[in-house]
């Protein structure tokens, strides 16, 4: 199927085993996930590069709108790829907005370096005057996400969860269910994958190769770095895992990825299992 809007008829009915896997763009992503929701046809979102590298290997240097769908055609079939849900609009929304708090926080972050390098008082005043711009425009955006979340009664449910977890806050939590809304519907192992904290084996014959983590959803590992160094300090669970691989000899950032991905593993089994976080019994 093209991937474009005008592809989706009002009214029309599609075979249930069918999928559409549009080629991504910024501008119709979202409407055309929504129209392809609506007229109940499964969506696979593919990364481009996959598709390229896929193209390349049957042989396929030609790029034309044709070429292109009868290519990604034949990759979904020989993939299997699996559809995702839509993502509700509330979740759409909730997407919008930590979007752009990010962004502010970003721009909070540059703004404050730079200041710390001023010499001109006109300088480091314009920079105080754009910290706490920045501080008022964060604080809305705050209280409607907060709005957002207590108006969807599933939504609050799987934030409860999370924010049961010693060192996940609200905002964590948002993160995580946004960047990953696929979170208690999977097994561990795909979850960390998914999210790019499982290690990458480099073996070859008898060559033992340095394991890394790649790919995967940086902004969920972004999300989820602070709260790890948090649960390093707090979290007892977290704190022996980290101590036993520094005593290991491991990295401590290869310690910290790991504690990341054991939030990841929990969060993932909680909301697999309804149930909110609880200490263990000493």
């Not at 969506?43 to 709108?65: S, W, Y």
């Amino acid at each position: 199927m093209p991937g474009t809007s005008s592809s989706i008829i009002p009214g029309t009915s599609y075979p249930s085993d069918s999928a559409a896997g549009p080629r991504r763009s910024d501008h119709q992503d979202l409407v055309l996930e929504r129209q392809l929701g609506h007229a109940g046809v499964p969506m696979v979102k593919v990364n481009p590069l996959q598709a390229r590298r896929f193209a390349e290997a049957i042989g396929q240097r030609a790029k034309t709108d044709t070429v292109d769908a009868a290519m990604l055609a034949r990759f979904g079939a020989l993939d299997a790829l699996q559809a995702r849900p839509m993502v509700s609009q509330a979740l759409s929304n909730i997407k919008e907005l930590l979007v752009a708090r990010r962004g502010l926080v970003k721009d909070r972050i540059a703004t404050s370096n730079r200041n710390h390098t001023h010499r001109a008082p006109l300088l480091k005043r314009l920079a105080d005057q754009r910290l706490r711009q920045v501080e008022r425009q964060i604080a809305p955006i705050d209280a409607a996400l907060h709005a957002l979340c207590q108006a969807d009664a599933g939504l609050r449910a799987r934030l409860d969860i999370l924010a049961s977890i010693p060192a996940i806050g609200e905002v964590t939590a948002l993160a995580m269910l946004i960047e990953m809304p696929e979170l208690g519907t999977m097994d561990n192992k795909c979850a960390a994958s998914l999210a790019g904290l499982a290690p990458v084996a480099r073996d070859s014959g008898q060559h033992s190769g340095k394991r890394f983590i790649r790919a995967g959803r940086a902004h969920l590992r972004q999300a989820l770095y602070m709260p790890a160094l948090v649960a390093i300090r707090f979290n007892p669970d977290m704190k022996a895992k980290y101590q036993a691989l520094i005593a290991t000899g491991k990295p401590p950032k290869v310690a910290i990825t790991a504690v990341m991905r054991k939030l990841l593993i929990l969060a993932n089994v909680l909301l697999r299992e309804h149930r909110s976080w609880t200490p263990k019994p000493a």
